[in-house]
């Protein structure tokens, strides 16, 4: 995927949540988009406002700038931080454990834990802090572990001709998980991507068969 085209940055509950980034984007260059985001199939079977996000989008190349321009944004904002936040009862490994996931905090948490830890006499250099997101990049970027009841039912689906197979094919093959940076990488070993691959022909052949010989059958 290119790094032009515009790819999830944050997700939020609603547009009002979500304004204070997108103007301080805005006052600083950077283009975003905006768009609503809600699974494409509703367990409820209904309309669930709960389940929509408000969803801002940036390129990939700038996920970095904009992730630097919330950190120094979260830095001028911890001199109004209340007495009584929650961060305050946290330990030690709970706020090294929020730097090394800054994507599942809100800026202000990361700058607050950092603040803390250094108040604590345990400061941590931001080469030690680069080495461990890095590391866990890695086991973010890891695929998943062999699929094979999932490659087997999708053989056994695609030579029974179901869409289902094909389904599963193109997923095994082509599903992708999006990093904290913007990068998106296979979800699935290559092998398995591979299996998916050939189940996603395998179902589209066999489907185009049945078709044939149904539509032939008919003339008949």
Known sequence: MSDHEFQPYQRFPNATVAQPLLELLHAHGLEAQTRLDQPAIDPSFAFNETSRYFLVLLRAADFARAQALEQQAAQAQLAE???????????????????LRPDEWNPLDVALAGQLLAQRGEPITPALL?????????????????????????YVLALLGGFLGV?????????QRQLPTGERVPAFRPADR??????????????GLLLLWRFHDELG
């Not at 680069?130 to 999708?154: I, S, Y």
């Open 81 to 99: 931080v209340p007495a009584d936040h929650y961060l305050l009862t946290f330990n030690s490994s709970e706020l090294y454990d929020i730097l």
């Open 130 to 154: 680069d080495e461990m997101r890095r590391q866990r990049l890695d086991e973010l970027a890891r695929p998943e572990p062999r699929q094979t009841g999932g490659v087997l039912a999708g």
């Open 167 to 175: 389904l599963i094919g193109w997923h095994l093959y082509a599903h």
């Open 194 to 207: 591979a299996h998916g691959l050939r189940i996603l022909v395998l179902g589209v052949v066999v489907f």
